[in-house]
């Protein structure tokens, strides 16, 4: 097979084919290539300014996608640059892109296939280690990242995970729109995610979020008042259900110790079902849940023992779920809706002008 061929075979633009060795024994060929006539732009890897004047001529081998049933290697003629900003450099390369023996097109054949199987396989596949298809992998996807259009982070999500007792927390920024982590910090202090807002956001871009959703730490929250004062704030379904569920039983045990007698038997034993999901309940347990807990109607107000009234928490569990009234339009937004409607969490205004959820009264008194 004549050069022009192979050439042609080979399809790297810019470069042409000069010599060629098959071996059939070891399914393998070697193809020399050096750059065509018209192809005289050489740049600077270290600045990327153009270059004219050449320092040295050398020859790099990297192994490229197999042809057929042969694994093909190619020797790229090379040139060592006289930069004058950078000293003695190598040529910028296009096909070749990190200083591993592998092509480009190569690197993202297994970075391809990483997406849809396990290293260990990929490695099988191609021949390769381990360890080596992994670093294949990063850098595929490192160009991958820094090629890509990122979308507008509208909606963001904050959360921690805990690594143990040496590394503590690991801050995690997601883009709840797409579903993708966009940085990571570690612990989760206040200062952990004022990093995120000044070194990785613009003002524009801090500018165009719209909602966070985190739990109720306390350092998120202050962080996000600071760079995103405009931002509302949601807090996860899960921490509210917490902060109802432990109202849930404040409130009963202090019916329970208000009641005397036999009236205490429609508090006693009561916890966890009044806990539990009504659609994990049997026949029996909800008709014992549905039995009033609070002798007064619901409407009604008790006092407390140093005479102020208290609202009276009314204990039916709703077949309905839980949804938030319309007219909660504040800095912070409670994300209650499709939750498992255990019961309604009961708000009340904070002085620092946000909400607060459930708070202390002191709901241990008796009579």
């Known amino acids: 097979m004549s050069e022009s061929e192979w050439t042609k075979i080979l399809g790297w633009p810019g470069y042409r084919v000069y010599r060629s060795e098959i071996n059939e024994e070891a399914k393998t060929v070697r193809l020399w290539v050096r750059r065509k006539r018209g192809n005289r732009k050489l740049e600077c890897s270290g600045c990327g300014r153009r270059i004219h004047e050449i320092a040295e001529v050398y020859e790099r081998e990297v192994r490229d996608l197999p042809c057929f049933e042969y694994r093909t290697t190619v020797v790229i003629e090379l040139y060592r640059l006289r930069c004058p900003e950078c000293g003695i450099k190598a040529e910028k390369v296009a096909l070749l892109p990190s200083k591993a023996r592998f092509s480009k097109r190569f690197e993202e054949a297994v970075g391809q296939a990483c997406e849809s199987a396990a290293v260990r396989r990929v490695a099988r596949q191609f021949g390769l280690a381990a360890s080596t298809v992994r670093a294949i992998d990063l850098r595929y996807l490192e160009r991958w990242a820094q090629g890509r259009r990122r979308p507008a982070l509208r909606q963001m999500g904050v959360d921690e995970i805990y690594l143990g007792k040496k590394q503590k927390f690991l801050t995690v920024v997601t883009n709840l729109e797409t579903g993708e982590p966009l940085w990571f910090g570690r612990e989760r202090k206040k200062e952990t995610l004022d990093e995120f807002f000044e070194k990785h956001l613009s003002a524009f871009q801090r500018s165009a979020i719209r909602a ?156």
């Open 212 to 367: 966070a959703c985190v739990d109720m730490w306390e350092p998120f929250r202050q962080s996000l008042e600071q760079w995103v004062p405009e931002c509302r704030i949601i807090y996860d379904k899960f921490h509210i259900l917490q902060h109802a569920s432990q109202a849930v039983d404040e409130v009963r045990r202090a019916e329970f110790f208000r009641k005397g007698g036999a009236a205490r038997d429609l508090v006693r034993g009561k916890r966890w079902l009044l806990l539990t999901s009504w659609l994990n309940l049997d026949r029996g347990q909800a008709a014992s849940v549905e039995r009033p807990v609070c002798s007064e109607s619901a409407h009604s107000q008790s006092l407390s023992p140093q005479g102020e009234p208290l609202a009276v928490v009314e204990l039916h569990l709703r077949r309905s779920h839980v949804a938030l009234p319309a007219e909660l339009d504040r800095p912070i937004a409670l994300a209650a809706a499709e939750t498992d409607g255990e019961t309604s969490p009961h708000v009340a205004g904070s002085s620092g002008g946000h909400l607060e959820l459930l708070p202390n009264k002191g709901t241990d008194g008796s009579d």
